[in-house]
Every structure is written in structure tokens, then in C-alpha cells.
């Protein structure tokens, strides 16, 4: 795996002179599913993007898009052009690049039917005459299978390398969407990196390119089925701990220079009052949602039985995960609210 933040400075620099070019090609983006993390990524990266760039953005919840573009177009320093679309064929008809981050398979999937049906009726010669191939980059956690049939969808629609299709899900949550700081596992052929990596610089901070296309959601979901793994460890040792007499605060600073250490322990810890910035000290508001987390852990064990992968652990992770869900004092908080559902001290 590389990280091409270093591999690619130069590309970039070279991108930067670029835009102080006035000759320089205008280009077009589009931007579909202005979600929680969609709705900050396009505005950082309209607000970074050269005024004479153009940015359409598309959400089934038109609200969201005309509310962004009024945001973008109030803001003081430059940005490029941004526009509301009225289906996502209609962001993505005149768009170099297109990026999609959308919540399941099934919503990736009617985007793109949508944008595909567009193209389709555009006259080939317009298509032939772009000076670009058109790039598109799903942001979304979806499982590899699923955006390989997209991607195969893609290509088949506009042969040649008119159309590649990559995958760059992101780790960092609402925070590092909002700060401009996330991490995109990329699954990508090696020479779209170039094209690609500046573009993600703008919404994020590192871009860590994982293989072909499919290798990005694939390292996002062997990560996110660790953590699911080690979410519900670290609230049981701590449950545990607490229920022997132990200090949580005690506790978590003993896992934290010893084996058990983990992103759960040390900076989400479950426990109320450990960690002053972990959702459990906010009654687990915002943070990984837990109806995120299952829809993971979901993609992790299909993605696991078409690779004939063994997980043991994770069809209890996965009851564990439902049954806290469905309890109202844990829905919809942050998923370290396993402690909670353990009937763990708060
Ligand atoms: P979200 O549910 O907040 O937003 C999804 C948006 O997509 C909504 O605004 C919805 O209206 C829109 N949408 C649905 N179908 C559409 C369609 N066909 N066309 C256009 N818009 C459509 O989800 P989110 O939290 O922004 O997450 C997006 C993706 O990023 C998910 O795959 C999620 O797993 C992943 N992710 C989320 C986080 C996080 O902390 N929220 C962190 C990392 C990765």
C-alpha cells in the first residue's frame, strides 16, 4: 500500500501553477448525496476548487443542495461555480469528474442508472469530442462486489477508458469531513493516481492507495470489522473492570500502556468522564453511529463469504449490535453505546 500524499507532490504543485494559468481548461464536477459527510466534503472542495471550475451538486433531498449552494455562494473568498442539479444524470452530463457519497449499494446504484441513462442519450459525437475521460469516485462504503458491477457498468457504457470508475471510501467520520482532514482508501489503477489524488486533497488529508479498483472498500472493511470486534471488548473489559471495583479512569490508563490498547480504549473509550471528548461523555451523541457500524459489519461478512473468509466472532458482534439498536436508550448514538446496552456504571 502506498501513501501518495508523498508520491504525488509533484503532480500537485504542477496542478497549483496550473490554476494561476488563465489559460487554463475550466473544469466540471458534480457531486451527488449531500449527507452528513457529503455536505462538508463538496464544500471544501468547492471552496477550493479555482472560480473558474464549476461544481453541480445533486441530493434526493433538494433542500440539502439548495441549501449548500446558497453556502457556498456566500462565502467571501473565491471557490468555483456552484450550481443545483436536478437528477444526478443532470450533475454529471458536463462533469470531468463526478463524486458520489451515498449511504448503501442500492442507492450507488440508482445514481448511476441515472447517470448512465443521461450519457446515453447524449449523441456519441459530443461524448467522443470531450477532451477528458470522465472519472468517477465513489466515496461511499459499499461492499467491492457491488461497486465492481457499478464499475463494470461504467466502463461498458463509455469503452475505452472514456469512463473509469474508482473506489475511495474514507475513514475520519463527520469531524475530519467538516475539517477538511480525512483518509481515503483508494482502489484505483495506478495511472488515474495522479488525476485523482488532488482531487481527494481537497476534502482530506492523506489518500492511502490500497490496489485496483475494489481494494479501497476492501481495506475500509477489514478495518471496520476490527473495530466492530474490538468496540464490544473494550466495553465488556471495562464493564468488567468497573464491576470488580476498579476506576475506569484507572483502568483505561493501565489498557492504554498495555496489549489491549486500541482506538476504543484510548480515544472513543466507552465509559462516561474517561475520555472528555469521546461521545460517551456527551450521552454517546454524534461520533459512528450504530446504524452505521451494523451496516459495516454487514458489508465485512458478505464481502467475507464470497471470499470464503472465516469470521467466528462476527455473528455475535452482529446480535450484539441489533439487539443494542433496538433498545431506544441506545438508538441512534454513537456505537460505543454497547456499554450502555451492558448495563455498564455510568
Ligand atoms: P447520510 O445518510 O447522512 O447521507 C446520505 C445522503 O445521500 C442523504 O442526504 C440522502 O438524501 C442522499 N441520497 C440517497 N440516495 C440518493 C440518490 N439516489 N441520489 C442522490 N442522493 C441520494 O450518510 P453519510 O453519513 O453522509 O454517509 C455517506 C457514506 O459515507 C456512507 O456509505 C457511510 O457509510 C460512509 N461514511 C460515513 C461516516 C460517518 O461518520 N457518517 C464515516 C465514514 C464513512
Not at 483508494?186 to 481494494?215: F, N, S, T, Y
Request: with cysteine; aromatic share 6%; net charge positive.
Amino acid at each position: 500500500m502506498k501513501d501518495t500524499a508523498r508520491l504525488w507532490r509533484p503532480a500537485l504543485r504542477a496542478q497549483r501553477r496550473a490554476f494561476s494559468s488563465s489559460s487554463r481548461r475550466l473544469d466540471n464536477y458534480a457531486f451527488i448525496g449531500l449527507g452528513q459527510m457529503g455536505y462538508q466534503m463538496a464544500r471544501n472542495l468547492q471552496a477550493k476548487l479555482p472560480p473558474n471550475d464549476t461544481i453541480r451538486v445533486f441530493d434526493i433531498n433538494n433542500a440539502a443542495a439548495e441549501k449548500l449552494v446558497r453556502e457556498m455562494k456566500a462565502q467571501q473568498a473565491g471557490g468555483a461555480v456552484a450550481q443545483v442539479a436536478t437528477s444526478a444524470g443532470d450533475a454529471a452530463r458536463e462533469a470531468d469528474t463526478v463524486i458520489t457519497c451515498l449511504p448503501e449499494p442500492k442507492h450507488v446504484k440508482s445514481a448511476f442508472e441515472s447517470i448512465l441513462a443521461t450519457y446515453d442519450a447524449i449523441q456519441n459525437g459530443e461524448l467522443l469530442s470531450r477532451p477528458k475521460p470522465r472519472l468517477f469516485i465513489d466515496c461511499s462504503t459499499i461492499d467491492p462486489t457491488s461497486s465492481r458491477e457499478v464499475a463494470a457498468a461504467v466502463s461498458s457504457a463509455l469503452p475505452n477508458r472514456r469512463g473509469q470508475f474508482v473506489d475511495a471510501p474514507m475513514s475520519g467520520g463527520v469531524v475530519g469531513a467538516t475539517a477538511g482532514t480525512l483518509t481515503f482508501m483508494l482502489g484505483a489503477p495506478d495511472c488515474l493516481l495522479g488525476r485523482i489524488e488532488p482531487i481527494l486533497l481537497r476534502m482530506g488529508k492523506r489518500v492511502l492507495h490500497c490496489g485496483a479498483q475494489g481494494a479501497g472498500l476492501s481495506a475500509k472493511l477489514a478495518n471496520n470489522y476490527l473495530l466492530a470486534i474490538e468496540n464490544i471488548a473494550t466495553a465488556e473489559a471495562m464493564n468488567l473492570g468497573v464491576k470488580w471495583g476498579l476506576d475506569p479512569k484507572v483502568l483505561a490508563s493501565v489498557i492504554n500502556v498495555s496489549t489491549g490498547r486500541c482506538w476504543p480504549s484510548e480515544v472513543n473509550n466507552p465509559v462516561p468522564g474517561v475520555v472528555d471528548t469521546a461521545p460517551a461523555s456527551r450521552d454517546y451523541a454524534g461520533g459512528f453511529g450504530i446504524g452505521l457500524m451494523r451496516k459495516d459489519l454487514r458489508l465485512a461478512m458478505l464481502a467475507a463469504k464470497e471470499a470464503d473468509a472465516e469470521l467466528p466472532l462476527a455473528d455475535k458482534a452482529s446480535e450484539v449490535y441489533r439487539a443494542a439498536e433496538a433498545e431506544e436508550r441506545c438508538k441512534g448514538r454513537d456505537f460505543s453505546v454497547v456499554y450502555r446496552w451492558l448495563d455498564g456504571k455510568e
